[in-house]
């Protein structure tokens, strides 16, 4: 009897032990997630610094909280205990990120007044895709970061490649490194057309156009388009918000696409970009109930937009961290080279069609 007594207090010993240890491991486990959550806030905040500095103003936060990243990759090396919250940054925020930026297309201008321009988007997503992957291919770039580029270029830059990273199946890396460059590139082509613009000879309108339709991203039309005056810029965000809103049929292009090809892999399915219908319905709220239904000031729209900005460059943070800057000589330059001749051809079939 004192045998059994003492064998079910063992038990209950044990028992009690077993639940505590999971109890500490589960604790554990919630703080590292954190953890990692919060070294992609403290980084993207320190990108967001970085930005102020002379020289690195004109590049912007994602990038610069990306180099922070990489430098960081290969000094300290990746960060593995707080891998599980790092990976949420990096995957969650970043589809969180796409879905907030819908709120950045305004339907109801596309429709009313951008329509029109759709037609000059998508013969430059298709130009810039096409071109990129043929350059590449002939130049024997890495088919995979190519590709980002050349949809990175045609589309909206760092928001086109993190949309459709996850339909590509590309890895961490190459989006890292696509956003940075796209950063980089663009920033410069933003920049060269401020200094052209004073001996084009173009129109207001038409400069803005030429922006709009040629350069990598929204940011980077503000840019360069602001100088040209009111006109330049509302006609060049226009014409961007056109190559936006042609990112979601162009997503379901290339499921449609990787799918036919079998290039996500034998027995491996595509899962459905649920976070592109996220960005339609914030889209089409922003458009229609934020502001006129439901009433809102300029500064929480502007707040809205900073937060997404901020959420993405946490996102770009997680994806900088698997960078191993060993690898990116020999894999990141041929695709660099063709996006760059892409983008220079790009701006020329652009100011000739304008």
Not at 228 to 240: R, S
Not at 297 to 326: C, E, P
Request: with cysteine; proline share 3%.
């Amino acid at each position: 009897m004192a045998v059994q007594t003492k064998q079910g207090t063992a038990s209950l010993y044990n028992e009690m032990a077993k639940k505590k240890t999971n109890e500490t491991e589960k604790t554990t486990s919630t703080g590292r997630w954190l953890g990692g959550i919060a070294f992609t806030l403290v980084v993207a905040l320190l990108g967001y610094v970085l930005a102020k500095v002379p020289g690195f103003d004109h590049v912007g936060p994602l990038a610069c909280a990306i180099v922070l990243a990489v430098v960081y990759r290969q000094i300290w090396g990746y960060p593995e205990q707080l891998r599980t919250g790092i990976q949420f940054s990096a995957k969650r925020l970043l589809r969180l990120a796409i879905i907030l930026y819908g709120l950045k297309l305004n339907m109801d201008v596309v429709f009313h007044q951008g329509l029109g321009l759709l037609a000059y988007d998508a013969g430059v997503i298709a130009f810039s895709i096409g071109l990129t992957v043929l350059l590449a291919k002939w130049m024997k770039a890495d088919a995979s970061l190519s590709l980002l580029l050349g949809v990175g270029t045609g589309v909206c830059g760092a928001a086109a490649i993190a949309a459709v990273s996850p339909i590509l199946k590309t890895r961490d890396e190459d989006t890292a490194i696509g956003v940075g460059i796209i950063a980089l590139v663009g920033t410069i082509f933003a920049v060269g057309y401020t200094i052209l613009r004073p001996f084009l000879p173009l129109t207001p309108t038409s400069y803005g156009i030429w922006s709009g339709i040629s350069l990598h991203e929204i940011a980077h039309v503000a840019l360069a388009a602001a100088p040209g005056g009111q006109d330049a810029l509302a006609i060049g965000l226009l014409a961007k918000l056109g190559r936006v809103l042609l990112l979601v049929p162009l997503s379901f292009i290339l499921m449609a696409w990787m799918k036919k090809t079998g290039r996500a892999g034998a027995g491996t399915k595509i899962g459905f970009p649920w976070f592109l219908i996220g960005f339609i319905v914030m889209s089409f709220f922003g458009s229609y109930v934020m502001g006129n239904v439901i009433p809102v000031s300029d500064g929480f729209k502007d707040g809205i937009a900073t937060l997404t900005t901020f959420i993405l460059t946490m996102a770009m943070v997680g994806l900088g961290l698997n960078v191993n800057l060993r690898d990116l000589r020999t894999k990141a330059l041929r695709p660099l080279i063709a996006m760059s001749i892409t983008s220079v051809l790009l701006s020329v079939l652009a100011y000739v069609l304008v």
